[in-house]
């Protein structure tokens, strides 16, 4: 079977169920089986294989389908993250040669149809300013719900290709993208001249101007929204890769972090970025077991997760967002949630999947599985997970527990003076005031406010920038349309 046939009549699917991802079978676990060979850069880790696998012969012919199409050799995933590898890895690299392995970071990649990703990177290269990472997000790209509307809202894509009109087939929607950029004012120089009708009054001021926008006011990202290109009814967002590079492994505003914590599409790939992004999702679950109890399910981890990024937001309280959209996400993308977060799990060793589903075969692919999970409540280990929350996130911990503590200056300061360290996750082991939060009785109370305090401001701020960036007209019609949406999901 070629690649265009199997994509046709496997990765279609119906798009309430979410992408379907292809995976190769060994023993008890599934991981995910890549169909491209080409682009490292833009794609898979190169040359990610599996092992050939005689215990399930459905699932061999499947991926030996994909293989043969796509003329690569299987290799194991089993060194893909190295357990060692947040504290040996250099947070500087500038290569993929770089990462701890060649397969690191493979959870990150959500397979998608071939041919609708391809509309999606056809849309990169109509910018001639340099994209060095980049990602489609929300729900043009992952659905998010399982209900299928009575009645089709209209597009709003004037002339859509034909992979696109066919992957959004139960409701079309716009289609997001970040674009990850290593000097804004020369992007923004250089989209100005190509592009201006993309941007708002903010274009005549030229690209200092823009730049200055981006980078000092907000979350640090620029919007262009309600844009068509290739037919197709785009968002793009402009980021600084120092500042996505941040915000991914210190949550200083978890504006862009929140919105890698959940699947996207990697269009075009950074080794920077993707080692910044593990520590991100890793953190992720960290903080989620924070706020867990003892033993509890994957839709209750993935849920936690998904929703750190909505805890602050604003449009939750004033009703631009379904009250329900947390799990709305999570049920309509369960299967792409365990394939960025179950090597995590796999790999942390105070929590553990204990449901026999867990060992049967596809358990992986079936979105109608929500596995048991526990974890160990020792105060060491969860001291340790403390310890190793993102730096920027845990000062303001360590701040907001110094109050709840009411500990003079002078002692706080000594209980965390060997918690201070540099970029490096060096001497992570959890101190005698990491234990002493990690067991408060306000634990998940207080980890939650720090989680609003994060993301609030940036959230408001951001918003607010759109009054400049989108220009007031389009701000109203995000805002109102927003609103719109919000009370149809409610309804």
Request: charged letters at 20%; glycine letters at 6%.
């Amino acid at each position: 079977m070629t690649l265009s046939r199997l994509a046709s009549s496997r990765i279609w699917g119906p798009a309430v169920a979410g992408p379907t991802i292809l995976f190769a079978q060994t023993l008890s676990y599934q991981r995910p089986l890549w169909h491209s060979p080409r682009l490292y850069a833009t794609e898979a880790p190169k040359d990610v294989r599996r092992k050939s696998d005689s215990s399930s012969s459905s699932s061999s012919t499947t991926a030996s389908s994909v293989s043969s199409t796509s003329d690569t050799a299987k290799e194991d995933y089993s060194d893909a993250m190295p357990a060692n590898w947040e504290d040996d890895a250099d947070y500087n690299i500038s290569a993929f040669s770089q990462l701890p392995n060649r397969h690191f970071g493979f959870n990150q990649h959500m397979v998608i149809n071939a041919e609708f990703k391809e509309a999606l990177r056809q849309v990169l290269w109509q910018f001639r300013a340099p994209i060095r990472y980049a990602f489609a997000y929300g729900s043009g790209v992952f659905p998010q719900s399982t209900k299928v509307p009575t009645t089709m809202p209209p597009s709003p894509h004037p002339s859509a290709p034909e992979a696109v009109t066919k992957w959004q087939s139960t409701g079309a929607k716009s289609i997001d993208f970040i674009f990850g950029v290593s000097y804004t004012q020369h992007w923004h120089s250089l989209n100005l001249n190509q592009h201006r009708d993309h941007y708002s009054f903010l274009g005549s001021l030229g690209s200092g101007v823009v730049s200055r926008v981006q980078d000092r006011l907000g979350a640090g990202a620029y919007y262009n929204p309600y844009l068509t290109i290739n037919g197709m009814s785009i968002k793009y967002g402009v980021v600084n890769l120092d500042t996505l590079h941040r915000d991914l492994s210190e949550w200083d505003t978890l504006y862009l972090a929140g919105r890698l914590q959940k699947p996207v599409k990697i269009l075009r790939d950074d080794a920077r970025i993707r080692l910044a992004n593990q520590v991100n999702l890793i953190s992720a679950v960290r903080t989620a077991l924070l706020l867990l109890p003892q033993t509890f399910t994957e839709r209750d981890l993935y849920s936690r997760i998904a929703g750190l990024s909505y805890m602050g937001d604003p449009r939750m309280q004033l009703g631009a967002e379904s009250p329900d959209k947390v799990t709305n996400i999570v049920d309509a993308q369960m299967t792409n949630f365990r394939q960025l977060y179950s090597p995590l799990v796999e790999q942390l060793p105070n929590i553990s999947f204990t449901d026999a589903q867990c060992s049967q075969k596809g358990w992986m692919t079936s979105p109608d599985i929500n596995s048991q999970l526990a974890q160990d409540m020792d105060p060491q280990r969860r001291g340790n997970m403390v310890r190793r929350l993102p730096q920027q996130f845990r000062r303001k911990l360590y701040k907001a527990y110094k109050g709840a503590f009411e500990l003079p200056q002078h002692e706080f300061e000594g209980l965390v003076s060997d918690a201070r360290e540099d970029s490096t996750f060096t001497s992570r082991t959890g101190t005698a005031f990491d234990r002493k939060i990690a067991t408060a009785g306000d634990i998940q109370a207080m980890v939650g406010s720090v989680v609003k305090k994060t993301t609030t401001w940036p959230t408001v701020s951001q918003s607010l920038k759109g009054i400049l960036t989108a220009g007031p007209a389009n701000a109203v019609r995000y805002a109102l349309e927003k609103r719109a949406k919000g009370k149809v999901k409610k309804g």
